[in-house]
């Protein structure tokens, strides 16, 4: 079993910076991809970034330029540094992570006020 801890969620002003972290515990051979969905309310869950095992990066359009995902594989964690926040990034942010079996971690709030 494989659990996932995020962290690093809060409320932030527009332009404002947040970095989130999701740290992966218990039974790991090996991680493929790690990667950040959100889920605004009334929406459904859409993705926002993806890193792969050889550390190759994808983003949604929509956060390109803005948002960086890096990952530490000795320490089987994967990061979303947030820059030039928008409120429309508000939302649940998920941490995804492929062993190849998927798992989900619980979710981190994110607010960010206009």
């Known amino acids: 079993q494989v659990q996932l801890v995020e962290s690093g969620g809060g409320l932030v002003q527009a332009g404002g910076s947040l970095r989130l972290s999701c740290a992966a515990s218990?039974?790991?051979?090996?991680?493929?991809?790690m990667g950040w969905y959100r889920q605004a309310p009334g929406k459904q869950r859409e993705f926002v970034a993806i890193i792969t095992s050889g550390g190759k990066p994808n983003y949604a359009d929509s956060v390109k330029g803005r948002f960086t995902i890096v990952r530490d594989n000795a320490k089987k964690t994967v990061y979303l540094q947030m820059n030039s926040l928008k409120p429309e990034d508000t939302a649940v942010y998920y941490c995804?992570?492929?062993?190849?079996?998927?798992?989900w971690g619980q979710g981190t709030q994110v607010t960010v006020s206009s």
């Open positions: 995804r992570v492929t062993t190849p079996k998927e798992y």
């Open positions: 218990g039974s790991i051979f090996s991680i493929n991809a």
